[in-house]
C-alpha cells in the first residue's frame, strides 16, 4: 500500500519562500506521476505542479499559470520523493498543500493523496 507523508508548510510572510518535502512508501510504477495540489477555503482542489517519471528519466514538469515563475517542482534522487520551492509566495497561495501520485499497473491508474500541509501566507 503506498502511503505519501509531506512536511515543510508553515506560515511565511509576503514574498519569502518555503519548500515541501513529499516521500512515498511503497512501490512505484516505472511511469508515475507526483506532485502537489492545493485547497483553499471554499475552493475546489486545484493542480499546482506535477513532474513525470518515465524509466529513469523526469519528463517536463506542469505547473499552474498563477505559480509559474514562481515555484519549481523536483524530484529526489530516490524518485521517490518530491519536492516544491515556493518562492515569492503570495497571500493568494494559502492552502492546503497535497503531496499526489499516480501509479500505472498494466493501464490502469491508482490515485494517491498525502493528508495535506497548510501554508499560510501572511500581507
Known amino acids: 500500500q503506498v502511503q505519501l507523508v509531506e512536511s515543510g508548510g508553515g506560515l511565511v510572510q509576503a514574498g519569502g519562500s518555503l519548500r515541501l518535502s513529499c516521500a512515498a512508501s511503497?512501490?512505484?510504477?516505472?511511469?508515475?506521476?507526483m506532485g502537489w495540489y492545493r485547497q483553499a477555503p471554499g475552493k475546489q482542489r486545484e493542480l499546482v505542479a506535477t513532474?513525470?517519471?518515465?524509466?529513469?528519466?523526469?519528463?517536463?514538469?506542469k505547473y499552474a499559470d498563477s505559480v509559474k515563475g514562481r515555484f519549481t517542482v523536483s524530484r529526489g534522487n530516490a524518485q521517490n520523493t518530491v519536492y516544491l520551492q515556493m518562492n515569492s509566495l503570495k497571500p493568494e497561495d494559502t492552502a492546503v498543500y497535497y503531496c499526489?501520485?499516480?501509479?500505472?499497473?498494466?493501464?490502469?491508474?491508482?490515485?494517491?493523496w498525502g493528508q495535506g500541509t497548510q501554508v499560510t501566507v501572511s500581507s
Open positions: 513532474i513525470v517519471r518515465n524509466g529513469y528519466k523526469n519528463d517536463g514538469p
Open positions: 499526489y501520485l499516480q501509479n500505472s499497473w498494466s493501464g490502469v491508474k491508482y490515485d494517491y
Open positions: 511503497g512501490t512505484l510504477s516505472s511511469i508515475n506521476i
